[in-house]
Protein backbone atom coordinates (compact mmCIF):
# COMPACT_ATOMS: atom_id res chain seq x y z
CA UNK A 1 0.00 0.00 0.00
CA UNK A 2 1.62 3.29 -1.29
CA UNK A 3 -1.00 5.33 -0.50
CA UNK A 4 -1.63 8.14 2.02
CA UNK A 5 -5.44 9.10 2.98
CA UNK A 6 -6.95 11.77 4.27
CA UNK A 7 -10.55 12.86 5.20
CA UNK A 8 -12.62 14.58 4.78
CA UNK A 9 -12.30 15.56 0.99
CA UNK A 10 -13.67 19.09 1.80
CA UNK A 11 -15.17 20.92 4.78
CA UNK A 12 -16.91 23.66 5.45
CA UNK A 13 -17.16 25.51 8.60
CA UNK A 14 -17.82 28.31 10.35
CA UNK A 15 -15.33 30.56 12.44
CA UNK A 16 -16.55 28.74 16.14
CA UNK A 17 -16.58 25.41 14.82
CA UNK A 18 -14.28 22.75 15.53
CA UNK A 19 -13.30 19.79 13.38
CA UNK A 20 -10.88 17.84 12.65
CA UNK A 21 -9.08 16.39 9.66
CA UNK A 22 -7.53 13.12 9.96
CA UNK A 23 -4.44 11.70 7.48
CA UNK A 24 -3.44 7.80 7.50
CA UNK A 25 -0.71 5.98 5.97
CA UNK A 26 0.22 2.07 5.87
CA UNK A 27 4.05 2.57 4.27
CA UNK A 28 5.71 2.05 7.49
CA UNK A 29 6.62 5.77 7.20
CA UNK A 30 7.77 7.43 10.52
CA UNK A 31 7.81 10.99 9.45
CA UNK A 32 4.27 12.55 9.25
CA UNK A 33 3.98 16.25 7.68
CA UNK A 34 1.17 18.97 7.47
CA UNK A 35 0.87 21.57 4.59
CA UNK A 36 -1.29 24.34 3.63
CA UNK A 37 -1.54 24.67 0.38
CA UNK A 38 -3.42 28.89 -0.91
CA UNK A 39 -4.36 29.07 -4.98
CA UNK A 40 -1.59 29.65 -7.10
CA UNK A 41 0.65 28.92 -4.58
CA UNK A 42 3.52 26.35 -3.68
CA UNK A 43 2.29 24.43 0.07
CA UNK A 44 3.32 25.20 2.86
CA UNK A 45 4.86 23.65 5.67
CA UNK A 46 3.02 23.57 8.84
CA UNK A 47 4.12 20.71 11.18
CA UNK A 48 6.56 17.63 11.09
CA UNK A 49 5.86 14.73 13.29
CA UNK A 50 9.08 11.96 13.63
CA UNK A 51 8.15 8.84 15.12
CA UNK A 52 4.62 10.36 16.81
CA UNK A 53 6.74 13.14 18.54
CA UNK A 54 6.28 16.86 17.21
CA UNK A 55 9.50 17.80 15.97
CA UNK A 56 9.02 20.89 13.82
CA UNK A 57 6.07 23.47 14.26
CA UNK A 58 6.54 26.29 12.27
CA UNK A 59 5.10 29.19 13.50
CA UNK A 60 1.41 27.96 13.21
CA UNK A 61 -1.15 29.58 14.99
CA UNK A 62 -2.44 27.79 18.10
CA UNK A 63 -6.26 27.45 16.73
CA UNK A 64 -4.27 24.57 14.37
CA UNK A 65 -3.59 21.65 16.79
CA UNK A 66 -2.05 18.32 15.02
CA UNK A 67 -1.69 14.89 16.94
CA UNK A 68 -0.18 11.82 16.12
CA UNK A 69 -1.98 9.02 17.78
CA UNK A 70 0.09 6.07 16.33
CA UNK A 71 2.59 5.54 13.62
CA UNK A 72 -0.08 5.37 10.71
CA UNK A 73 -2.49 7.96 11.93
CA UNK A 74 -2.11 11.85 11.74
CA UNK A 75 -5.18 14.55 13.02
CA UNK A 76 -4.93 18.22 12.73
CA UNK A 77 -7.50 19.83 15.08
CA UNK A 78 -9.28 23.02 14.22
CA UNK A 79 -10.96 25.46 16.10
CA UNK A 80 -12.13 29.33 15.88
CA UNK A 81 -10.42 29.30 12.50
CA UNK A 82 -10.23 32.64 10.16
CA UNK A 83 -11.59 32.65 6.71
CA UNK A 84 -8.17 33.28 5.31
CA UNK A 85 -7.06 30.06 6.82
CA UNK A 86 -9.35 28.90 3.80
CA UNK A 87 -6.95 26.60 1.79
CA UNK A 88 -5.91 22.63 0.67
CA UNK A 89 -4.41 21.31 3.51
CA UNK A 90 -2.31 18.27 2.69
CA UNK A 91 -0.71 15.52 4.43
CA UNK A 92 2.67 13.74 3.61
CA UNK A 93 4.92 11.02 4.81
CA UNK A 94 8.23 9.79 4.42
CA UNK A 95 10.30 6.94 5.78
CA UNK A 96 12.18 9.00 8.41
CA UNK A 97 12.12 12.96 9.13
CA UNK A 98 15.72 14.13 7.45
CA UNK A 99 17.83 12.64 4.56
CA UNK A 100 17.32 12.09 1.01
CA UNK A 101 13.91 10.14 0.90
CA UNK A 102 10.93 11.71 -1.11
CA UNK A 103 7.52 12.52 0.79
CA UNK A 104 4.10 10.89 -0.57
CA UNK A 105 1.32 13.10 -0.50
CA UNK A 106 -2.44 12.65 0.07
CA UNK A 107 -5.21 14.50 -1.90
CA UNK A 108 -5.81 16.46 0.92
CA UNK A 109 -8.60 18.27 2.15
CA UNK A 110 -10.05 21.73 0.67
CA UNK A 111 -11.59 23.48 4.01
CA UNK A 112 -13.46 26.65 3.75
CA UNK A 113 -13.97 28.75 6.37
CA UNK A 114 -17.22 31.48 6.75
CA UNK B 1 20.44 27.89 2.30
CA UNK B 2 18.85 25.62 -0.52
CA UNK B 3 16.74 27.08 -2.44
CA UNK B 4 14.90 26.36 -6.25
CA UNK B 5 13.99 28.47 -9.05
CA UNK B 6 11.37 27.63 -11.16
CA UNK B 7 12.04 29.93 -14.46
CA UNK B 8 8.79 30.05 -16.00
CA UNK B 9 5.99 30.55 -14.44
CA UNK B 10 3.38 29.24 -17.74
CA UNK B 11 4.78 27.23 -20.03
CA UNK B 12 1.98 26.46 -22.90
CA UNK B 13 2.57 24.08 -25.73
CA UNK B 14 0.92 22.02 -28.30
CA UNK B 15 -0.34 18.78 -27.90
CA UNK B 16 2.73 16.18 -29.32
CA UNK B 17 5.60 18.85 -28.89
CA UNK B 18 8.08 18.56 -26.59
CA UNK B 19 7.79 19.65 -22.80
CA UNK B 20 10.57 21.79 -20.83
CA UNK B 21 9.99 22.78 -17.32
CA UNK B 22 13.52 25.02 -16.05
CA UNK B 23 14.64 24.30 -12.07
CA UNK B 24 17.79 25.54 -10.76
CA UNK B 25 18.58 25.15 -7.58
CA UNK B 26 21.23 25.92 -4.97
CA UNK B 27 22.73 23.83 -2.37
CA UNK B 28 25.42 24.41 -0.03
CA UNK B 29 26.29 20.08 -0.23
CA UNK B 30 25.25 17.24 -2.74
CA UNK B 31 21.43 18.02 -2.63
CA UNK B 32 18.17 15.59 -3.50
CA UNK B 33 16.41 16.71 -5.87
CA UNK B 34 12.10 16.06 -6.90
CA UNK B 35 9.70 17.13 -9.37
CA UNK B 36 6.16 16.61 -8.37
CA UNK B 37 2.85 17.20 -10.53
CA UNK B 38 -0.34 18.26 -8.92
CA UNK B 39 -3.38 18.52 -11.52
CA UNK B 40 -6.32 20.77 -10.09
CA UNK B 41 -7.61 19.96 -6.54
CA UNK B 42 -5.58 17.00 -5.97
CA UNK B 43 -2.50 16.41 -4.08
CA UNK B 44 1.31 16.06 -5.33
CA UNK B 45 1.90 13.16 -6.99
CA UNK B 46 5.98 12.49 -7.71
CA UNK B 47 7.19 12.52 -10.97
CA UNK B 48 10.56 11.80 -10.25
CA UNK B 49 13.62 12.25 -8.24
CA UNK B 50 17.68 12.84 -8.05
CA UNK B 51 19.90 11.84 -5.00
CA UNK B 52 22.99 11.56 -6.76
CA UNK B 53 22.96 8.55 -8.42
CA UNK B 54 22.58 8.59 -12.05
CA UNK B 55 22.35 12.12 -13.67
CA UNK B 56 19.68 11.33 -16.25
CA UNK B 57 17.00 10.42 -14.33
CA UNK B 58 13.78 8.89 -15.89
CA UNK B 59 10.26 9.05 -14.05
CA UNK B 60 6.69 8.41 -14.59
CA UNK B 61 4.77 9.05 -18.03
CA UNK B 62 7.58 9.50 -19.98
CA UNK B 63 9.25 12.63 -18.02
CA UNK B 64 13.01 12.99 -17.53
CA UNK B 65 15.46 15.45 -15.65
CA UNK B 66 18.95 15.48 -15.88
CA UNK B 67 21.10 16.88 -12.49
CA UNK B 68 23.84 18.99 -13.93
CA UNK B 69 26.37 20.61 -11.44
CA UNK B 70 28.11 22.97 -13.54
CA UNK B 71 24.42 24.71 -14.23
CA UNK B 72 23.16 24.08 -10.97
CA UNK B 73 20.11 22.70 -13.07
CA UNK B 74 17.23 20.20 -12.74
CA UNK B 75 15.47 20.55 -15.93
CA UNK B 76 12.07 18.55 -16.77
CA UNK B 77 11.74 16.99 -20.42
CA UNK B 78 8.98 14.95 -22.33
CA UNK B 79 9.29 14.35 -26.06
CA UNK B 80 5.45 14.33 -26.56
CA UNK B 81 3.53 16.69 -24.69
CA UNK B 82 -0.02 15.00 -24.04
CA UNK B 83 -3.28 16.35 -23.30
CA UNK B 84 -3.37 14.73 -19.55
CA UNK B 85 0.05 16.40 -18.64
CA UNK B 86 -1.90 19.86 -18.09
CA UNK B 87 -0.91 20.66 -14.57
CA UNK B 88 1.00 22.45 -11.77
CA UNK B 89 4.77 21.22 -11.87
CA UNK B 90 7.18 21.69 -8.57
CA UNK B 91 11.00 21.71 -8.46
CA UNK B 92 11.78 20.74 -4.89
CA UNK B 93 14.86 20.25 -3.43
CA UNK B 94 15.51 18.89 0.48
CA UNK B 95 16.56 21.25 2.89
CA UNK B 96 19.06 19.16 4.61
CA UNK B 97 19.50 18.82 8.15
CA UNK B 98 17.77 15.95 10.44
CA UNK B 99 14.43 17.48 9.58
CA UNK B 100 14.12 16.48 6.11
CA UNK B 101 12.25 19.08 4.90
CA UNK B 102 11.53 20.06 1.57
CA UNK B 103 11.94 23.41 -0.39
CA UNK B 104 9.19 23.87 -3.23
CA UNK B 105 10.04 26.19 -6.06
CA UNK B 106 6.64 28.59 -6.79
CA UNK B 107 5.41 26.18 -9.86
CA UNK B 108 5.14 25.81 -13.67
CA UNK B 109 1.84 25.84 -14.67
CA UNK B 110 1.55 23.69 -18.04
CA UNK B 111 -1.14 24.53 -20.53
CA UNK B 112 -1.27 21.91 -23.37
CA UNK B 113 -2.91 22.91 -26.57
CA UNK B 114 -4.83 20.71 -29.03
Known amino acids: DTEVTQTPKHLVMGMTNKKSLKCEQHMGHRAMYWYKQKAKKPPELMFV???????INESVPSRFSPECPNSSLLNLHLHALQPEDSALYLC?????????????FGPGTRLTVL | AQSVTQLDSHVSVSEGTPVLLRCNYSSSYSPSLFWYVQHPNKGLQLLLKYTSAATLVKGINGFEAEFKKSETSFHLTKPSAHMSDAAEYFCVVTAGGSQGNLIFGKGTKLSVKP
Open chain 1, 92 to 104: ASSQVSGGAGEQF
Open chain 1, 49 to 55: YSYEKLS
